[in-house]
């Protein structure tokens, strides 16, 4: 006698196996270089060449999220094609910090533990470990002390940059607490108490929603205002932000043991549920809600969904309700926001949006949607599987 599967644990492992085949497929049509940080209409261009640096070359913020899938794959599969073309990428990051190549931004969080965390960890790769222990020195030179914040963007003498961090910066943070871990050196711990303690006290407003971005005076270390980059308004809530600070925060409570984080975490999830529509997947701005001609963010729901399980495991006593949740957004997402094949597009999560104020990506794939999206799946799917943050 046979026993059926639960349709969703079917799904999940169905959504994985075309998740897969697209990454095998881009790994053939891209090689060593990068996909741009979007599709269009729902195939992914080389990265345009820019003055400095070739089409398909390492810059930006997004370049790791490919290799990202590619370490995942190869944890999940043990398939030898997916590892290798992932070093080669580890390789290219470590000549990226060597040779300084578009350094000045917070983000090389999100680069460094996604190329090159990841292979020190599933292979204990010395060169990997090394390149990302660098990345993690040029992020703490962003720190500011008066006003315990890691800045944003930007050559740091940069007036319109200075003093400025965004709610993004809480997923650039395990970097650091990795290179603690890695050292011993009490320096980066103690950066990413302050820095998130910091976040939590000024880009979390009291009705649980989040500002974008938020402004110190690098001098003083005063608190001046928040605002968006991305978002609809300054005081709406920009969704793919909210739903860092789901995850962001109990990262980082993971870290630290702060229980303010832990309680900010569940802050941002229960605002982010109270304002979805009707399929479970967020407008782009969560000030928007059914019946709005807007679009949707798909990647803002993926990010979500590995938030609240990363949630769950902090916060026994509301698991059930967290993973209740996640999954209803990733069954909506399998359903309604993925190509029907995988050779239908390059992408694996369709209708996201990189930046709608600037027109950039609106409804289209992105590299951190299809990274956010496969990695969902992977908890979804193996309980005791755990990403490299």
């Known amino acids: 006698m046979t026993t059926s599967l639960p349709t969703a644990r079917v799904d999940t492992d169905r959504a994985i196996a075309q998740v897969l085949a697209t990454v095998r497929a881009n790994i053939d049509a891209f ?82 533990t996604l190329s090159c965390v990841a292979p020190a960890r599933l292979l204990d790769d010395a060169e990997a470990r090394a390149s990302a222990l660098s990345a993690a020195e040029h992020l703490m030179t962003r720190y500011l002390p008066s006003a315990g914040i890691i800045q944003a963007w930007g050559d740091l003498a940069d007036p319109a940059q200075r003093g400025r961090t965004i709610i993004d910066s809480l997923m650039n943070m395990p970097l650091l607490t990795w290179a603690g871990e890695q050292t011993g050196d009490p320096r980066f711990s103690e950066v990413v108490s302050r820095h998130t303690a910091e976040l939590r006290t000024r880009i979390l407003r009291p009705d649980g929603s989040t500002f974008h971005t938020f402004y110190w005076d690098a001098e003083t270390g005063e608190p001046l205002r928040g605002a968006t980059e991305q978002g609809a308004f300054d005081d709406s809530c920009w969704a793919r932000g909210q739903a860092w600070g789901i995850y962001g925060f109990a990262l980082n409570h993971r870290a630290t043991g702060d229980e303010a984080l832990l309680e900010a975490s569940r802050t941002c999830a229960e605002y982010f549920l109270s304002h979805l529509p009707a399929d479970d997947v967020p407008f782009w701005d969560l000030v928007y809600n059914d019946g709005a001609e807007a679009p949707r963010d798909s990647s803002s729901g993926a990010i979500a969904v590995c938030g609240l399980f990363e949630l769950a495991e902090a916060d026994p006593e509301n698991a059930p309700r967290w993973r209740a949740a996640a999954e209803r957004i990733l069954t909506s997402l399998i359903a309604h926001y993925t190509p029907a094949r995988a050779d239908d597009a390059d992408t694996v999560l369709l209708h996201g949006v990189y930046d709608l104020p600037k027109n950039v990506g609106v409804d289209e794939g992105t590299l951190w949607g299809d990274y956010f999206y496969f990695e969902a799946l992977a908890r979804a799917s193996r309980p005791d599987w755990r990403p490299v943050w």
Not at 54 to 81: C, H, K
């Open 31 to 112: 090689g060593a270089r990068y996909p741009d940080d979007t599709t269009r209409e729902n195939r992914y261009p080389l990265r345009p060449a820019v003055p400095g640096f070739a089409e398909g070359a390492n810059r930006g913020w997004t370049t790791s999220f490919w290799p990202g899938m590619q370490w995942i794959a190869y944890d999940l599969t043990g398939d030898d094609v997916f590892r290798d073309a992932a070093l080669g990428h580890a390789a290219d990051f470590g000549r990226r910090v060597r040779d300084e190549d578009d350094l000045d931004t917070h983000d090389l969080g999100f680069l460094y």
